[in-house]
């Protein structure tokens, strides 16, 4: 099948943004100013990479993408908790996400330490109040959430965080620089894949095949986000370039070689599509995302 990615992408972009608005509308109350930056940042210009995953999951074993809307929004008010704490002073302080004043410099640093909070926390609720939707199928939503917990939490992004910044400043084996990176960026794009496939009722060999896809994806992500960071034009980026060499970060270029590291990200690519062999035309979308993430410029 040959589909129009862009298209695709752009539909889908849209399908989340409507029902993220939906589910944290900036509506004055008595907190207004911690949902005004939740908002802000929730609605800075995000790819919407993890929500389309798991859409794309979902379709892949026959399933009705805006069934798992609720699983998607959560994910990406994840994620968006996970960047806002990682852009304070305390982390990697960095004043520009996607081109625009981080959420600590729009509003201050405790706003935005409360906004991550407020995202973390709501993208629970969400799931949780989706019950609702899932009837009869409780414990697969419930295994979902759990997921989501797991990749999130200290077995995942944030344990992961916490190894890289430790890692700064040193040298890493490519071993140590995989551990990081599986569990800082590769749980939660892992489990991006694997909710949407659970909540669309995917039999358990489709999940077996969709999450090994979503980890090759995960990694293949990373490698393509340190190239990213060397090669990279900072105004398609909306940040600045070159940062993770100032800050002595951990990076697949830095340990294999720049070439080295385009040639293993092609790898994890193949792999991944390859994970998808027995799925149909209808796994297309998915071999189409990851093949862009070696041409991506953002
Ligand atoms: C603070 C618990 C905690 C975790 C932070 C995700 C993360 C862990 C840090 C972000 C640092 C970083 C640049 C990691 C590389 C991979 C990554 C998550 C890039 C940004 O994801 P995209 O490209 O972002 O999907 P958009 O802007 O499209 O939403």
Redesign the pocket.
Same mark, same amino acid.
């Given at each position: 099948m040959n589909m129009d990615l862009k298209a695709y992408l752009a539909e889908r972009r849209g399908l989340v943004n409507r029902a993220l608005e939906a589910y944290l509308p900036a509506v004055r109350g008595p907190a207004f100013r911690v949902v005004q930056a939740m908002h802000y940042s929730l609605f800075a210009?995000?790819?919407r &990479?993890?929500p389309i995953l798991c859409l794309a999951a979902a379709e892949a074993v026959g399933g009705d993408p805006s069934e798992v809307l609720p699983v998607a929004c959560a994910l990406e008010m994840i *994620?968006t908790y996970? &960047?806002i *704490?990682?852009d304070l002073p305390a $982390?990697?302080d960095d004043d520009l996400r996607?081109g625009q004043p981080t959420c600590h410099k729009k509003f201050d640093e405790a706003t935005a330490i409360l906004a991550g909070d407020g995202l973390l926390t709501a993208a629970f609720q969400i799931m949780a109040d989706a019950a609702s939707r899932f009837e009869g199928r409780e414990r697969d939503l419930l295994a979902v959430i759990r997921l989501i917990a797991a990749a999130a939490g200290y077995p995942g $992004?944030?344990g992961? =965080?916490m190894l890289d910044l430790q890692a700064e400043g040193r040298k890493v084996t490519l071993k140590e620089l995989e551990t990081i990176h599986r569990m800082?960026?590769g749980a939660l794009l892992t489990a991006s894949v694997r909710s949407g496939a659970v909540m669309a009722g995917g039999t358990r060999a489709e999940v077996t095949a969709l999450t090994s896809y979503g980890e090759k994806f995960g990694l293949a992500? =990373?490698v393509t986000?340190d190239l990213l960071d060397v090669e990279g034009e900072a105004g398609e980026m909306g940040k600045a370039t070159g940062m993770d060499a100032q800050r002595q970060k951990a990076t697949y270029p830095g340990v294999l070689g720049r070439q080295e590291a385009k040639e293993w990200a092609q790898r994890l690519v193949e792999t991944a599509v390859a994970d998808l062999q027995d799925f149909g035309p209808v796994a297309e979308p998915l071999r189409e995302v990851a093949r862009y993430l070696l041409v991506r410029r953002s």
């Amino acid at each position: 099948m040959n589909m129009d990615l862009k298209a695709y992408l752009a539909e889908r972009r849209g399908l989340v943004n409507r029902a993220l608005e939906a589910y944290l509308p900036a509506v004055r109350g008595p907190a207004f100013r911690v949902v005004q930056a939740m908002h802000y940042s929730l609605f800075a210009g995000g790819k919407r &990479l993890r929500p389309i995953l798991c859409l794309a999951a979902a379709e892949a074993v026959g399933g009705d993408p805006s069934e798992v809307l609720p699983v998607a929004c959560a994910l990406e008010m994840i *994620h968006t908790y996970s &960047l806002i *704490h990682d852009d304070l002073p305390a $982390m990697d302080d960095d004043d520009l996400r996607r081109g625009q004043p981080t959420c600590h410099k729009k509003f201050d640093e405790a706003t935005a330490i409360l906004a991550g909070d407020g995202l973390l926390t709501a993208a629970f609720q969400i799931m949780a109040d989706a019950a609702s939707r899932f009837e009869g199928r409780e414990r697969d939503l419930l295994a979902v959430i759990r997921l989501i917990a797991a990749a999130a939490g200290y077995p995942g $992004m944030v344990g992961g =965080q916490m190894l890289d910044l430790q890692a700064e400043g040193r040298k890493v084996t490519l071993k140590e620089l995989e551990t990081i990176h599986r569990m800082k960026t590769g749980a939660l794009l892992t489990a991006s894949v694997r909710s949407g496939a659970v909540m669309a009722g995917g039999t358990r060999a489709e999940v077996t095949a969709l999450t090994s896809y979503g980890e090759k994806f995960g990694l293949a992500f =990373q490698v393509t986000d340190d190239l990213l960071d060397v090669e990279g034009e900072a105004g398609e980026m909306g940040k600045a370039t070159g940062m993770d060499a100032q800050r002595q970060k951990a990076t697949y270029p830095g340990v294999l070689g720049r070439q080295e590291a385009k040639e293993w990200a092609q790898r994890l690519v193949e792999t991944a599509v390859a994970d998808l062999q027995d799925f149909g035309p209808v796994a297309e979308p998915l071999r189409e995302v990851a093949r862009y993430l070696l041409v991506r410029r953002s």
